[in-house]
């Protein structure tokens, strides 16, 4: 199954088998349609499709970053595939296998980028939904940035920006619209999580 998995992943970094500093898995979480694989390919290739494809065959992205001289590797998981999974282990009313689908998706994960669309005002109303599954498979010490997503169609808007900035202040999360058609914030998006992680894990490690 593991195996499976590595026939799909797209290696983006081409220093791949370049020795690293530090590693770090995160995760994209969020409904379906919010823009999660399309913030990823912007990332990861600077891609955007226009066709809402369910899964573009990425389950995972890799993208090597520097921070002072420390080189990073952000392994970044995208939902496509767990989506489908967990739907089948639903459809057969298979409360074992689903969670043993999204504790594995989870597993190991040290961030986590949780999308809304800002157009869509039930993905907003989701994000609590997003929280307590992320809070019960995740841990508590996960970075987690919650992104509102699709900034570009304002005209449509359903969510006011505040809104989001504040639920995120409650939250204890990370705050950022983005645009992942213009390519608005989404390098920030996942600069800032990795930067933080890498903070986070060099205080624990020197405590
Ligand atoms: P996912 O299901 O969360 O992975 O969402 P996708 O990345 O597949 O995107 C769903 C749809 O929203 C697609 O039609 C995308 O073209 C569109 N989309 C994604 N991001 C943006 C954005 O920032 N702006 C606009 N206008 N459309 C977007
Ligand atoms: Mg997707």
Redesign the pocket.
Known sequence: EGRDHLKRVIFMADTFDEECDFLFKAV?I????????????RFAKDE?????????GVEFAYRNIKVGDKLIKAQIW???GQ?RQKYYAAELNNEHGFRAITSSYYRGASGAVL?Y?I?MRSSYENVRKWLLELREFGGEEMVVVLVG?????DQSREVEKEEGKGYAETEGLCFME?????N?NVEEVFLQMITRIYHMTRQKNLA
Do not use: H, Q
């Not at 955007?48 to 573009?56: A, E, G, Q």
């Not at 997503?149 to 169609?153: F, I, Q, T, W, Y």
């Not at 983005?178 to 213009?182: D, E, F, I, Y």
């Open positions: 994209l969020g409904d379906s349609g919010v823009g999660k694989s399309n913030l990823l390919s955007f499709r226009l066709d809402s494809k369910p899964t573009i995208d939902t496509a989506e999308v669309d157009t997503n699709k900034c570009d169609l983005t645009s992942a058609l213009k608005l």
